[in-house]
């Protein structure tokens, strides 16, 4: 196991699962104040280079709550614009802190910063991979349908949350249909990583172009914005929208679905565009538990990476 988070696959298939119980633990005694303080006196330093409101508050929240003291770095207002190096920045940030959490543009930039910090690393979403929304989505399914053994379907854009997706269904033998136009698929390198661990764990991945059949008896139809930050600029948009075509989560697809089936998205939500308002707002969907549970599983990732569970 890697003293940091960076992607799902690489982690333990028993870290998952503890995650996944003490995030239940931890929500269902939020305000116990016998569960203690299980970081008192250490320090997280956050950092981001993209917007955040659920990642960056949920963290901030959660840490609190934990016991430690938080700090905010920007990659702007800090010396890692300036070109100060991952391994300076790393050995400064370790003399402080007893954890990084930090959102970047590219996948690369967290793992320089992990690959030098002697202190965990958590990815809190880059270009390719979200493994704290995914592991949070995880406690929501089980809590939704009493267990993880249930056929789930993404369906859209074939990006970060996909990617953790299939670490996940590859590390816990999950059952996942991934459906995206074709010029939005997941990474071929990615998808064949965790189809061959999935391969020995009992999971079961299908990919598809069609959105009926992705969506066909899925009790889990999750979804995601179509065009990710930094990659939405008005010009994409107009030129890709198209390709979406039958993608969109609405009362038409989600008929298809099985009767029970719940609607997740990881927001924010691009509304009229990847799913509808009657999707998002109905009584299938379950987004803001989603939301909320990025607070209870953050904990318990850094109360398990820390070793105080
Ligand atoms: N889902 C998610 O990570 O939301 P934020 O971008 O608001 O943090
Ligand atoms: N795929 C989205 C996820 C946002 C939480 C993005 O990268 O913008």
């Known amino acids: 196991m890697s003293k940091d988070l960076l992607r799902i696959i690489d982690c333990s298939e028993d870290f998952c699962r503890r995650v996944i119980a003490l995030g239940g633990e931890m929500k269902a005694r939020r305000r116990d104040p016998s569960l203690g303080k299980p970081?008192?006196?250490?320090?997280?330093?956050?950092?981001y280079e993209k917007p955040s409101t659920r990642t960056k508050v949920s963290?901030?929240?959660?840490?609190?709550?934990?016991?430690?003291?938080?700090?905010?770095?920007?990659?702007?207002?800090?010396?890692?614009?300036?070109?100060?190096?991952?391994?300076?920045t790393a050995h400064t940030l370790e003399r402080y802190a007893d954890?990084?959490?930090?959102?970047?543009?590219?996948?690369?930039?967290?793992?320089?910063?992990?690959?030098?910090?002697?202190?965990?690393?958590v990815n809190a979403l880059t270009d390719l991979y979200?493994?704290?929304q995914i592991l949070a989505d995880l406690l929501t399914v089980q809590e939704?349908?009493?267990?993880?053994?249930?056929?789930?379907?993404?369906?859209?854009?074939?990006?970060n949350i996909v990617h953790s997706l299939l670490g996940a269904a590859a590390k816990l033998g999950l059952n996942l249909t991934i459906g995206t136009p074709a010029s939005a698929a997941p990474k071929d390198e990615i998808v064949r990583e965790a189809v061959a661990l999935a391969s020995?764990?009992?999971?079961?991945?299908?990919l598809t172009n069609d959105p009926v059949e992705?969506?066909?008896g899925a009790r889990i139809v999750?979804?995601?914005?179509?065009?990710?930050?930094?990659?939405?600029?008005?010009?994409?948009?107009?030129?890709?929208?198209?390709?979406?075509?039958?993608?969109?989560?609405?009362?038409?697809?989600?008929?298809?679905?099985?009767?029970?089936?719940?609607v997740m998205h990881c927001l924010p939500a691009q509304r009229g565009r990847e799913a509808t308002d009657d999707a998002l707002d109905g009584p299938q969907s379950i987004i803001f538990d989603q939301a909320e549970n990025r607070l209870h599983a953050q904990k318990a990732i850094l109360t398990v990476l820390l070793g105080k569970d």
Request: a negative charge.
């Open 130 to 132: 979200h493994p704290c």
């Open 99 to 121: 954890a990084i959490v930090y959102r970047a543009f590219s996948h690369d930039s967290v793992a320089a910063i992990a690959e030098h910090a002697r202190i965990p690393v």
């Open 222 to 262: 999750y979804t995601d914005v179509w065009f990710d930050m930094g990659k939405d600029d008005e010009e994409t948009i107009a030129k890709r929208t198209a390709e979406y075509a039958g993608f969109q989560v609405n009362s038409e697809l989600l008929s298809k679905a099985d009767p029970q089936a719940q």
């Open 200 to 206: 020995e764990t009992g999971g079961t991945i299908k």
């Open 144 to 159: 939704h349908c009493g267990g993880l053994d249930v056929p789930i379907t993404f369906i859209g854009n074939g990006s």
């Open 59 to 88: 963290f901030e929240v959660g840490i609190r709550e934990l016991g430690a003291q938080v700090v905010e770095l920007t990659k702007s207002g800090s010396q890692m614009s300036r070109g100060e190096t991952p391994a300076d």
């Open 39 to 47: 970081l008192d006196g250490l320090a997280v330093v956050t950092i």
């Open 214 to 216: 992705a969506v066909t």
